[in-house]
């Protein structure tokens, strides 16, 4: 699993913001720094922001969310690469958006899902509030009631190193802020609204899926799941105290719609669900125990789904050879894929042996060549070899890589490795300090930019982007003088 990057693309923007990549990755944390947060969760209750947001890197599963939203977003009328899908590392079933341009998801959304329309239904959903315009109109709401909501930098926090030799599913963490409520007359007014936009969001959902010819019957198993989650719980609970409607009241207001859809029994794509079960497996076989990883994809099930699991929980807890033995035989099963690849790349970069994980990675590279996160692992591998000799290649490639996947806290770091062995240091330390903005550490980013300023010429394309962070100020929060 591509598990250290972040997930902001380059935008389109005005003419300044493409004078530099830093004033992009600057754009991208204040956006961040200043949403509202709009939850699909369980419990019905706005999304509260305590400590980290970890967040997860999987090129596989993040192709796979795209090729589940696009057709979403073509309905919704909404350019594709102007939304990315962002995975967070938590194990419940939620979603939710922090602006116009980023979906969070839980991985328990598509751990828990057995089909593809289960999780196409949650991004249906999750559209629904951002064409609704539901943030704006969320803020403002939120300045009416002097309640303020943030999602903090989370700008590109690194997120699991999943198979690292502790087992552990995560490692950093991106900033994130508080959600802090007013009392009284006033929470209740605002909750009242968020009720009304979940509502909204719902509906919308119905359509997107039914311009795009899909049945609604995943979405409707996501809102039962909900219900029977919450049966217990809802008979003490104010439902005027809930920023969503009762999941009961949901589920029988949506079914009675969904049922109406021409498309109501069309069968799931066979291609997604086959790409659904591999990527399930394999964050189920990166996040839990390897005892329910056995229990869930046993020795008798031959499946390659099964095989990719056990695949993975051999990298987590077995030698490099035995490791590298269980990817080769998912290779022989399919040669031409490029996760199996990156997998073994993995596995042998993680063990110590970051010469021999060049090759993988190369080869993933040349089946998927546009894909960045094996870029960074390719230049991560040629720096990790200490050959001064790759050096130059692995500048390339991890330029390359930041030009798609600019806010990679590791990308940044390595690059500025490859830089500073060839006594590239001004350079080296701007890349440092976009490393640390991508992390959310402004200061220390700061320092860095203003002591690379000093070495390098005013007005290169190095100069300007240390400039940018030198000259960067965090946007004051909506709400606060």
């Keep these: 699993m591509g598990s250290f990057r972040s997930t902001d693309r380059n935008r389109p923007g005005s003419p ?27 419990m019905g209750t706005a999304a509260q922001a305590q400590g980290g947001i970890p967040l997860v890197r999987d090129a596989e599963a993040e192709a796979l969310m795209r090729d589940y939203a696009g057709p979403i977003f073509d309905a919704a009328g909404i350019a594709r690469q102007q939304v990315d899908i962002v995975l967070v590392n938590r194990n419940d079933f939620n979603a939710f958006v922090a602006d116009a341009r980023r979906i969070f998801i839980n991985i328990g959304v598509i751990t828990d899902a057995e089909t593809p329309g289960e999780v196409i239904g949650v991004l249906a959903h999750e559209t629904g509030h951002i064409t609704g315009n539901h943030l704006v109109r969320l803020r403002q709401a939120l300045a009416n009631a002097q309640i303020i909501a943030v999602i903090g930098a989370v700008l590109g926090a690194g997120a699991i ?8 599913s995560g490692i950093s963490q991106g900033g994130a802020g508080a959600l ?15 009720r009304g936009e979940e509502s909204i969001a719902d509906r919308a959902a119905l359509t997107f899926l039914q311009k795009t010819r899909q049945s609604a019957r995943g979405m409707l198993k996501t809102f039962a799941r909900f219900a029977d989650q919450t049966l217990f719980s809802a008979q003490y609970t104010d ?25 109501w029994d ?14 399930r497996a394999k964050l189920i076989a990166f996040t839990a125990h390897p005892n329910t990883v056995a229990r869930d994809y046993p020795r008798s099930d031959s499946s390659l789904p099964a095989e990719y699991a056990r695949a993975v929980v051999t990298m987590r807890t077995r030698s490099r050879r035995e490791a590298v ?58 720096v990790a070899a200490n050959d001064n000799a790759l050096l130059p290649e692995a500048e390339r490639i991890l330029k390359a890589g930041l030009q798609v996947d600019e806010n990679s806290p590791i990308g940044h770091s390595q690059l500025a490795i490859a830089l500073g062995r060839q006594g590239k240091t001004a350079e080296a330390d701007v890349a440092t300090a976009r490393g640390l903005m991508a ?15 000093k070495n390098l010429k005013r007005g290169t394309p190095a100069w300007l982007q240390a400039d940018d962070i030198v000259s960067y100020k965090p946007p004051k929060l909506p709400g606060r003088s």
């Design 266 to 279: 069309a069968p799931e794509d066979p291609q997604l669900q086959a790409r659904h079960d591999m990527v």
């Design 161 to 168: 190193a999943a198979g690292s030799s502790s087992g552990s």
């Design 16 to 42: 300044a913001m493409h004078a530099s990549p830093a004033r992009k990755l600057l754009r991208a944390g204040a956006a961040l720094a200043m949403a509202g947060v709009l939850a699909l969760t369980p």
């Design 180 to 194: 802090t409520a007013g009392a009284g007359l006033a929470q209740r007014s605002l909750l009242a609204y968020r």
């Design 239 to 263: 439902p005027y105290a809930q920023s969503h409607p009762m999941p009961r009241e949901r589920l029988t207001q949506l079914e009675t719609v969904a049922r109406q859809s021409p498309y």
């Design 325 to 382: 033995e269980a990817i080769d035989k998912l290779i022989r099963r399919q040669p031409d894929n490029p996760y199996f690849h990156e997998l073994k790349g993995q596995a042998l970069l993680e063990s110590g042996n970051p010469k021999a994980a060049i090759a993988p990675f190369r080869q993933a590279l040349s089946l998927r060549p546009r894909e960045a996160q094996f870029q960074i692992w390719l230049g991560f591998a040629l």
């Design 439 to 453: 992390r959310g550490d402004f200061e220390a980013a700061k320092r860095y930019a203003a002591r690379a300023q």
